[in-house]
T-cell receptor, first 114, second 115 residues
């Protein structure tokens, strides 16, 4: 079945450091890929998405490229801020094989120190 | 647009009791989803509605769980004869339902603790 694996946290960085959170997926079809973020005390919200191979999703300085050859969708940001501290979830949705549900990874907690 | 709302935000109950949660999606959103999230894990899909029709249910949704979406607006999730293993955050999400795949908008969740 479809699944998502992301790097375990927590990840602790200093402000302005470069961020990478790895995400790989398994899917029998051609899924759409997402990164959701959960800030402390808030609900999940979409950060970015990509719907086909080689697409790059971007938002708030974060980027991720849909790599079909490596089945990956790694999240990157060039310079993190304290306000980026949150839990980040990689996710996929595959209408052809998985219906409308979204499958989430376990989440990676990011701490950014001032 | 007030976003997805859920009620209650917190619920403490004793094992064996029944509980019901409510979700109000973003108005005009046709699709509504329920997920369960336990500590340190990502949300796990429970069920999905297209308008008032329940189109998909996870194997996680045992016969003690039932969900409804009368009139295709708000939805309720009921858990009968609660067990300690039901303790989790229950999340509701909605999406437009125009085409897939779509961005899902999540509510703040209902945190359930079964004693």
């Amino acid at each position: 079945g479809n699944s998502v694996t992301q790097m375990e946290g927590p990840v602790t960085l200093s402000e302005e450091a470069f961020l990478t959170i790895n995400c790989t997926y398994t899917a029998t079809g051609y899924p759409s890929l997402f990164w959701y973020v959960q800030y402390p005390g808030e609900g999940l919200q979409l950060l970015l998405k990509a719907t086909k191979a080689d697409d790059k999703g971007s938002n708030k300085g974060f980027e991720a490229t849909y790599r079909k050859e490596t089945t990956s969708f790694h999240l990157e940001k060039g310079s993190v801020q304290v306000s980026d501290s949150a839990v980040y979830f990689c996710a996929l949705s595959d209408l052809n094989t998985g219906g409308f549900k979204t499958i989430f990874g376990a989440g990676t907690r990011l701490f950014v120190k001032a | 647009d007030t976003g997805v709302s859920q009620d209650p935000r917190h619920k403490i109950t004793k094992r064996g009791q029944n509980v019901t949660f409510r979700c109000d999606p973003i108005s005009e959103h046709n699709r509504l989803y329920w997920y369960r999230q336990t500590l340190g894990q990502g949300p796990e899909f429970l069920t999905y509605f297209q308008n008032e029709a329940q189109l998909e249910k996870s194997r996680l949704l045992s016969d003690r769980f039932s969900a409804e979406r009368p009139k295709g607006s708000f939805s309720t999730l009921e858990i009968q004869r609660t067990e300690q293993g039901d303790s989790a955050m229950y999340l509701c999400a909605s999406s437009e339902g125009i085409q897939g795949p779509e961005t899902q908008y999540f509510g703040p969740g209902t945190r359930l603790l079964v004693l």
